[in-house]
């Protein structure tokens, strides 16, 4: 069974400026994580009244085992897709992980 | 390109009955939205520091286009799925739409 790692992202202060980060530095960085079974990204819209989304972007990455997933972020890629979270995330993120249930 | 609609579920007060509903009302209920690509749930674990996860459930749905997720919740079936969450989500969600974006 898979296991996913979702990470919510609170809607930062300079939106162009996070979006820049982490199409051209972040999404490579993490890409490059041992293990790495899926990752897609969501930028979600405002919400059917109009409303700012809660989370600016939603990142799931799945592996295919919680040790390959704690391998891969323990290793020196998982630190250096951590270590960046630093320089453009400052606004917080929320980090999810378990196993996916697959209904459909 | 596909669209997701993401279900964050806040922490219920009573998490086996909520688990129970979601298991034999709620997820079949949802299974049966036309036009639906994928629909998987994760049910996070403590964090890296044993802390309670923020949200007790993620649901992800997917559809081909906006128009087709439009018209699945539009519709009876999306009706009756949306009027369920009276029945066991009084702690409050959170949905967020959007794009997937495909990195890995």
């Known amino acids: 069974m898979s296991i996913s790692l979702t990470v919510l992202y609170n809607p930062p202060a300079d939106a162009a400026a996070f979006d820049k980060h982490y199409d051209e ?3 490579p960085l993490a890409a490059k994580l041992p293990n790495l079974e899926s990752f897609t ?3 979600p819209g405002p919400g059917p ?8 972007l939603i990142a799931t990455l799945t592996f ?3 040790e390959a997933m704690q391998a891969s972020m323990g290793g020196p ?7 960046d ?3 453009f995330a400052q606004a917080g993120v929320t980090i999810l ?6 209904v459909v």
Chains 1, 2 share one sequence.
Do not use: W
């Open 77 to 83: 890629e998982g630190k250096a897709a951590t270590d």
């Open 85 to 87: 979270l630093a320089n």
């Open 49 to 56: 009244d109009g409303s700012a989304p809660q989370y600016h």
């Open 41 to 43: 990204i969501v930028r």
């Open 25 to 27: 530095v972040h999404a």
């Open 97 to 102: 992980t378990g196993e996916v249930q697959q």
């Open 64 to 66: 295919d085992s919680a």
